[in-house]
């Protein structure tokens, strides 16, 4: 670390993710956020391996539309290490939010692996609101694959997108669909919303959650 107070003189702050798609928790974090700090840059992670339901045109564009009265804050893509991908943008402050403890072994891990990367730069955790502290992208996508509601979840927009998103792969989507319930056969997770190999991070061994139904959702999850 070099003699810097790194929180002295206006903060670049990095809220980094892969916002697939966007809640109402990452709303909630951005908006602590953007109280906090100078400026913050929302960072989508392109990831072009994995094969995520909204593309990052359609991830950046409602991200700006939900913080479009925050004027300090700025949507970007980045791909690659975001240690560096926060050097390059002079940001000095990476933001994640910890919604449980279930969240911090991993947080912890890469906290300081990114300082090590990038000795200039601190994390720094943030709590969203308790009413979201169960609330993830991974959960979302599962509830809309399967014709559940998401109505307060997420911002309207999103929820319609992804409503959409799913119709157009063919995934189940209930009454509120108007197709009948039917889950993917063992086997067809590639056509499932939140499929393995969406754009979600690898947790560790110990933080991995129960295999999700067949045919249905990831075995790894995501904000
Ligand atoms: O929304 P997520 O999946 O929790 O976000 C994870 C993300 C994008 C923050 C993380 O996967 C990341 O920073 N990826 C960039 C590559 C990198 O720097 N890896 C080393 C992290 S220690």
Wanted: charged residues 25%.
């Amino acid at each position: 670390m070099s003699g810097r107070d790194p929180l002295s003189g206006p903060v670049v702050a990095v809220y980094p993710g892969t916002f697939d798609p966007l809640t109402n928790g990452h709303i909630d974090i951005i908006e602590r956020g953007s109280r906090l700090f100078e400026s913050v840059i929302v960072a989508i992670l392109e990831n072009p391996d994995k094969n995520p339901l909204l593309t990052i045109a359609e991830r950046k564009a409602l991200i700006e539309r939900a913080a479009s009265r925050l004027p300090n804050v700025r949507v970007e893509s980045f791909a690659g290490l975001l240690a560096d991908y926060a050097r390059s943008r002079r940001a000095r402050v990476i933001v994640r939010g910890l919604r449980a403890v279930s969240d911090f072994e991993y947080e912890f891990q890469m906290a300081l692996m990114n300082r090590r990367l990038n000795p200039e730069m601190e994390t720094v955790f943030m709590m969203p609101n308790v009413a979201y502290s169960y609330l993830s992208s991974r959960l979302v996508k599962e509830v809309v694959s399967l014709g559940g509601s998401v109505r307060g979840l997420v911002p309207p927009a999103v929820e319609r997108v992804i409503v959409r998103r799913a119709r157009e792969r063919g995934l189940s989507l209930g009454p509120a669909g108007g197709r009948p319930m039917s889950v993917a056969a063992p086997g067809a997770e590639g056509s499932a919303v939140g499929a393995p190999g969406g754009a979600e991070r690898a947790r560790p061994a110990s933080r991995k959650r129960p295999a999700p139904r067949k045919g249905v959702g990831k075995k790894r999850g995501s904000r």
